[in-house]
């Protein structure tokens, strides 16, 4: 290939004489460069260099020497030859607090992806491509950085160091029992033993530096907030139990989210999530809740757990640590145990003998708490309705300030997080926000830090990713917008990734139908000239939860899609190191009204909740269809209808203004460009002319709508 550069530079300028002068002048610098040397680039002083002696440490790293020595003596004294580090924590949510950043402590390495592994005389971070500078960044030269997060790469790792015979150690509470079972599938015929420690080896070398467990208040919610008592809940599982056909004496909940569901309780253990670390035990007739800390359960709680309840209803408080031995005892009666494989831990489930087990993919509380009721419903609309005016009045903000020149990321996205506090029920962010400039919304995950930190311009497209927690609901909305003049492919992508949350949202579909078999609607529009998106088109989201609740969605891994259910639709295209766009939407499934029903069978749609406009700036009309446009057209009515009630509800005059602008109604014909309105006024007048009339009678005061 490189032969034909120099022959295709001459074709490309036409042999001109003068480009080959230019290159004959260009290959000459080249070798003088070449003969004498170029100053040579200086390394990014930002990422550690192990190839110096001594090696180059920034001072972002962290020094990790007496720790890797400390720990190495722990697996010598456990008789293990490598020991597995995961990111996770005994609950396996997306989320942790300090105390479980148990890789992070070790390594230095901060990305939430990733898994460390730590033998006799090697250490190594395993992590995915998102995260492979700022590794470089935090690890000191103990550290060795694998560029895979694939379970078989890091298996043969360590079988490099690991011989035949010899044991690997894992914490079983930190593993899922799919991931155990990948370890196991992995290493069991190779002749080395995989041995589960339930005392955590990084834990004993962290010591009393360990942050202490989250003491924050445990608190029930109001009435007014909550679809069911707990009461009512619990009732509800035990009715499910009872109609099993594998007849469960007992439900073992491990996902943080299931307690807080089951009992309307919620605290702040976890950044962005309203959770309390806890497990329970729901059995036929008693009820038993695992809490790190009892001094958290006041009076007012234990009263409020324990009120007007027969035996079977009230609720044993136990300390959180107890839950191992309290299983192992449970499990010795006749009983079976169901479980939801994804939020177990694999500590748990290797206690439970497995002809006393029923396992299913997500327990009966995930299930349920995925499909809500009327008033969970109403509540989570009512959230959306006065997240919308922050980001409304975001948006204004972005307008008036951005021109100015000192808007950035950093303070754009903490500037969306303080509007969200003027609003009712307020609790706090729902996820760290992403605020994207130019080329960085490129990067789908992106966060913004001191060194990426980008200025916001009117030439360059922004991408804002925010939400809030309320006493109601949880929120999620992405925008993308442009303040200048975008280029028709930014138009274009920006037009289709509208297409497919519109295709999507419209769709009717049966009942029970999963969602990933209808996601690629989302991006059809997008397909249709080559282009797509890397990651999930939509996720679910709750009453006061985490802001991705499953198991709804459109991933493999999701149920099927049930009446009630809230998702998002978040197609996006992005243009490596130029923009990204993403247009998120929460919506709500909803019974579709359709003409016949085959077989009496339900079909469903959805109902969007999410009642922020789109940039008419970035919407490319003539790639819409008229059942496109009419669409959005309705939707933007049903804002003006809902919003615009509550902006002058909370006497909020300039966002209602800009709100009745922003949601005028889109056309085929309304997006004329200037120039074209220019041509159609000369042609016009020309004609006004030929035909003997005075041309200054052509009406001249056109209102052009820029797209």
């Not at 080959?20 to 680039?41: D, E, F």
Request: proline share 4%; glycine share 6%.
């Amino acid at each position: 290939m490189e032969d034909e550069v120099f022959p295709r530079s001459l074709e490309r300028f036409g042999h001109n004489m003068a480009a080959c002068r230019w290159l004959l002048g260009t290959w000459i610098v080249i070798q003088y460069g070449c003969a004498v040397g170029y100053p040579k680039a200086n390394r990014d002083s930002t990422m550690r260099d192990c190839s110096k002696t001594p090696p180059y440490l920034p001072a972002t790293v962290k020094i990790s020497t007496e720790d890797l020595h400390n720990i190495r003596q722990e697996m010598q004294a456990q008789n293990i030859s490598a020991y597995i580090i995961p990111a996770t924590d005994a609950h396996l949510g997306e989320y942790t607090a300090p105390r479980e950043k148990r890789r992070q402590w070790l390594s230095g390495f901060t990305g939430s992806s990733g898994t460390a592994v730590v033998t006799s005389s090697r250490a190594a971070v395993f992590t995915d491509s998102r995260y492979w500078t700022q590794a470089e960044r935090q690890m000191d030269c103990n550290w060795e950085l694998q560029r895979t997060i694939s379970s078989g790469d890091i298996v043969a790792w360590i079988f490099s160091e690991v011989s035949s015979g010899q044991q690997i150690g894992f914490d079983p509470f930190l593993f899922s029992i799919d991931e155990w079972t990948r370890y196991n599938n992995l290493i069991k015929d190779s002749g080395r033993i995989l041995h589960s420690i339930p005392d955590n080896l990084v834990d004993k070398v962290w010591g009393s530096q360990r942050p202490s467990l989250p003491n924050s208040e445990i608190y029930s919610l109001p009435n007014d907030f909550v679809g069911d008592t707990w009461q009512q809940k619990v009732e509800n599982i035990r009715d499910q139990m009872k109609k099993h056909a594998q007849k469960p004496t007992a439900v073992l909940l491990s996902a943080l989210e299931e307690t807080a569901w089951l009992f309307n309780l919620r605290a702040q253990d976890i950044p962005f999530n309203p959770y309390f670390y806890s497990y329970a035990l729901l059995a036929e007739d008693s009820i038993s809740l695992f809490v790190n800390n009892m001094s958290r359960i006041t009076p007012e709680l234990s009263t409020y757990l324990n009120t007007n309840c027969p035996q079977s209803t009230c609720v044993k408080v136990l300390d959180y640590n107890q839950v191992r031995e309290s299983v192992i005892d449970y499990v010795k009666g006749n009983v079976i145990v169901w479980i939801g494989t994804k939020y177990t831990n694999y500590g748990l489930y290797e206690i439970i003998p497995k002809e006393k087990l029923l396992a299913e993919e997500y327990s009966p509380a995930m299930i349920t708490k995925a499909v809500k009721n009327k008033k969970e419903q109403e509540l989570l609309k009512n959230c959306h309705i006065r997240d919308a005016v922050a980001v409304i009045q975001y948006m204004i903000w972005l307008e008036k300030t951005v021109p100015s020149g000192t808007v950035n990321e950093n303070n754009a996205g903490d500037y969306v997080d303080s509007l969200r506090t003027k609003q009712a029920y307020f609790k706090g962010p729902s996820f760290e926000t992403i605020s994207a400039s130019g080329l960085n919304a490129a990067l789908p995950h992106y966060r913004a830090s001191n060194e990426t930190n980008r200025g916001l311009t009117i030439n360059e497209m922004y991408l804002v990713d925010s939400g809030g927690q309320y006493l109601d609901g949880t929120t999620d909305i992405t925008r993308t917008v442009h303040w200048g003049k975008p280029s028709d492919f930014e138009k274009e992508a920006y037009t289709r990734v509208l297409i497919g949350n519109l295709e999507l949202s419209m769709l009717v579909f049966p009942s029970a139908t999963s969602g990933r078999v209808i996601e690629s609607f989302a991006r059809r529009a997008l397909w249709e000239i080559g282009l797509n998106y890397g990651h999930g088109t939509g996720h679910g989201i709750g009453n006061f939860f985490s802001v991705h609740e499953w198991p709804a969605g459109f991933q493999s891994t999701n149920i099927p899609l049930r009446e009630g259910m809230f998702t998002s639709i978040e197609p996006g295209y992005y243009q490596e190191g130029d923009f990204g766009i993403r247009i998120e939407d929460i919506v709500v499934v909803v019974e579709a009204k359709t003409e016949h029903t085959f077989e009496n069978q339900k079909y469903l749609t959805f109902e969007t909740v999410s009642l922020v406009p789109y940039d008419k700036n970035l919407i490319d009309t003539k790639l819409m269809t008229e059942i496109q446009i009419n669409h959005v057209n309705n939707h933007y009515k049903k804002i003006r209808d809902i919003l615009g009630k509550e902006l002058k509800k909370q006497n909020l005059n300039e966002e209602y203004t800009w709100l009745e602008k922003n949601t005028e109604p889109l056309s085929h014909g309304q997006f004329v460009t200037a120039s074209l309105t220019l041509l159609i006024l000369h042609v016009g007048q020309a004609g006004f002319r030929a035909s003997g009339l005075d041309s200054s009678m052509w009406p001249v005061r056109v209102s052009v709508l820029s797209a």
